[in-house]
């Protein structure tokens, strides 16, 4: 049981069981009987308006500033996430970034594809200052993603201050009646205090409105890894996955738990058609290990399901995710991610510096990475820029395929991916998103050269 937790999904005992109720391995705490919270906070969405000069493209503002009680928000919301910025595939957006809080901060929209050049992950802004960011969302871009500040060295505690906020991207495969006309529900998990919250509430309750609910899941915590299932009196029920960081799968996957690591999303079907409680829970899970200390059993939402909901149709095929021809792979490299036992946090042995770059690929190249986990907790990979496949997990092949921008190594494991360069070069950054490992110094710059700057050359490694 544990060894299966520690996997990202549990997907092997899963196909066989599809369909069934799985008792949970230990009696349910007294945390079941917490009483439920307000129904699910609904987040309000950022203002978008599109300028008279500039057809085709839309325009949205965000501030950062203090709200009350010592908090943070964009655009003075919460207590709770920040807008909803609702976006199209195909849409062209120009954002505005200002901020207003008194400490340097930054704009990151995370898993959302664009250049380094745009993202721009090393920018601190000095407080009054504003920047724009304008990008184009490509075809098969549909997804679930978030933003959050990127000052190194101070992120941990704007994030828990309360800055971070949704993005959901819609497109035309949104649009097929399995998916239409489900319950879309977003699910955002942040922690401020002891708690962890979802929409800003403790313990919401969903009252479905469809035979399937659509719950695109996003943790949005500092540091929190979230082992999530959903129960119906005591038991496990089986949900779909139809997407994780990066989109949609190829098909729906039918899972039992999910590992949410911090800054991970993922979108599950959960068919909603016998009336009842069902209950989103967070299951125990040890950062460091087999045997280490495990959180608490705790439900973090309801969904009350009335009677005659009609049921709805899975989904038989969304979108195909390329399968990766790695004959192709110019390189393969090994990361290592540790702790360095002075409370600093390091990838290869070194501790982040803005001006040194770490890696050297070529735009248009697929390289491997072996991202080897060494150190005695889990730490959450995160890249920018280049969406990433999971290839194998401790040699485990992974048993789909998936696009991610986020990918937990559990403590003392390594994970390999297929790390292809698509689009612009330019510099940008991979680390920890255990907010607090990140500003401790677990990131690393990575410069992706265009193709034209060197024609046919094997780039050269600094390593
Ligand atoms: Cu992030
Ligand atoms: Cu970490
Ligand atoms: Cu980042």
Redesign the pocket.
Known sequence: MAELSRRSLIVGSVVATAGALIPLARSLTSAETLPDGPPLPELPELDLSTPAGKPGTTTAVLTAGSAENGRLAYNGTGPGPGPLLRLREGDRIRLTFRNDLDAPSSL?L??VPMPPATDAPLTHLAPGDSDVREFTLPPGSAGTY?Y?P?AHGDVERQLLAGLAGPVVVTGPLDDQPALRDADDRLLMFTRTGREITVNGATRPVITARSGRTRLRLLNATAGDHLLLALTREDKRTTAHLIATDSGLLQRPVPLIEILLAP?ERAELLVETTTPGRLTLRSLPYSVYGAGGQRTPDRPMAGIDIPADLSPLELPTSLLPVEKIDLSTAVRTRRLVLDGAGDGSYTIDGRTFAHDRVDLRATQGTLEIWEVENTHTMDHPF?LHSYAVQVLARDGKAEPFRAWR??VNIPAGTTVRLAVPFRGDGGRTVYHC?IAAHEDLGMMGILEVAEADARPGEVPASDR
């Open positions: 990151h995370h898993g978030w959050h990127h800054g995160h921008d986020t998103h």
